[in-house]
């Protein structure tokens, strides 16, 4: 393994993540639905979860209702200085992932200029900073699967990436924080903001049982947990992060579109 770029130290030995998913009460709403709009709509709707009649989609809410809920935990493999970019992908192999997340606040008005960002593992189950921590030996940059947008006009944050894969102890997942108010940096990173959110984003496991059969998936030879074994995923579907996949072509390698509305309490 290559050495780590000088970021926060963090346990090298720490193959898996807490099993308490919660670090702390924020007021944090999450809510599915494309526009603002629309959840400002369904904030007093009660409709029962339907599935969307799109091939390979996962179950969405048929109507967006904003929810309080709790954060999820940072996990081990958080790095400081991540790069602001909207392709994070750095030629890694595996299925495209193009995210489109929209942040609103309690109002659920929608954030410009809100920084979100992500960082997962490759195909393999590995982080970069921490490649080996699930027994494959690979080149480390430190920045792979990493970085983070700025909302659009329209508080959507659009980030390309590959789909997840998994390591020992937990189902496929990416973290997610939401700051505001950061600087950018020369160096392509930012600085200073407030960070507003720490969570977690799901994967259904309709789709996530197509993508571990396909290269280079199916190599990773670590047993898969799965969402409803995991110890961090409550059941509680976009309300705790689920995603909604939608197929971007005809077969599964050609990929995925993960939508999302994050809410946050600016107060």
Same mark, same amino acid.
């Given at each position: 393994?290559?050495?780590?770029?000088?970021?926060?130290?963090?346990?090298?030995?720490?193959?898996? #993540?807490?099993?308490?998913?919660?670090?702390?009460?924020?007021?944090? +709403? $999450?809510?599915?639905?494309?526009?603002?709009?629309?959840?400002?709509?369904?904030?007093?709707?009660?409709?029962?979860?339907?599935?969307?009649?799109?091939?390979?989609?996962?179950?969405?809410? @048929? @109507?967006?209702?904003?929810?309080?809920?709790?954060?999820?935990?940072?996990?081990?493999?958080?790095?400081?200085?991540? +790069?602001?970019?909207?392709?994070?992908? #750095?030629?890694?192999?595996?299925?495209?992932?193009?995210?489109?997340?929209?942040?609103?606040?309690?109002?659920?008005?929608?954030?410009?200029?809100?920084?979100?960002? $992500?960082?997962?593992?490759? @195909?393999?189950? #590995?982080?970069?900073?921490?490649?080996?921590?699930?027994?494959?030996?690979?080149?480390?940059?430190?920045?792979?699967?990493?970085?983070?947008?700025?909302?659009?006009?329209?508080?959507?944050?659009? &980030?390309?990436?590959?789909?997840?894969?998994?390591?020992?102890?937990?189902? &496929?997942?990416?973290?997610?924080?939401?700051?505001?108010?950061? /600087?950018?940096?020369?160096?392509?990173?930012? /600085?200073?903001?407030? #960070?507003?959110?720490?969570?977690?984003?799901?994967?259904?496991?309709?789709?996530? /049982?197509?993508?571990?059969? $396909?290269?280079?998936?199916?190599?990773?030879?670590?047993?898969?947990?799965?969402?409803?074994?995991?110890?961090?995923?409550?059941?509680?579907?976009?309300?705790?992060?689920?995603?909604?996949? /939608?197929?971007?072509?005809?077969?599964?390698?050609?990929?995925?579109?993960?939508?999302?509305? +994050?809410?946050?309490?600016?107060?």
């Amino acid at each position: 393994m290559n050495s780590s770029p000088p970021y926060r130290a963090v346990s090298m030995t720490d193959t898996s #993540e807490p099993a308490e998913p919660v670090i702390g009460r924020r007021a944090v +709403l $999450i809510a599915t639905g494309a526009t603002a709009a629309t959840l400002a709509v369904a904030a007093t709707a009660h409709d029962a979860p339907t599935t969307v009649n799109t091939a390979d989609t996962a179950p969405v809410a @048929a @109507a967006a209702v904003c929810t309080l809920t709790k954060e999820m935990t940072e996990g081990p493999y958080y790095l400081d200085g991540a +790069l602001v970019r909207s392709d994070i992908t #750095e030629s890694k192999p595996g299925i495209p992932l193009k995210l489109a997340l929209t942040v609103v606040n309690s109002a659920c008005t929608v954030i410009p200029k809100a920084l979100v960002e $992500i960082w997962h593992a490759d @195909a393999l189950g #590995e982080y970069s900073g921490y490649v080996g921590s699930n027994g494959h030996n690979e080149s480390d940059d430190g920045t792979f699967l990493r970085g983070g947008v700025l909302t659009n006009s329209s508080g959507v944050a659009n &980030i390309t990436t590959i789909y997840p894969g998994w390591y020992r102890g937990r189902c &496929i997942h990416i973290h997610v924080k939401v700051h505001t108010g950061v /600087t950018l940096t020369s160096d392509g990173s930012f /600085t200073g903001g407030t #960070e507003l959110h720490t969570g977690q984003l799901f994967f259904a496991e309709t789709v996530t /049982t197509k993508v571990a059969a $396909i290269s280079p998936y199916s190599t990773n030879t670590v047993t898969r947990t799965t969402l409803s074994q995991d110890s961090i995923y409550d059941g509680g579907g976009a309300a705790s992060g689920l995603l909604t996949l /939608t197929a971007l072509g005809s077969s599964t390698s050609s990929g995925y579109t993960g939508t999302l509305t +994050l809410g946050v309490d600016e107060s």
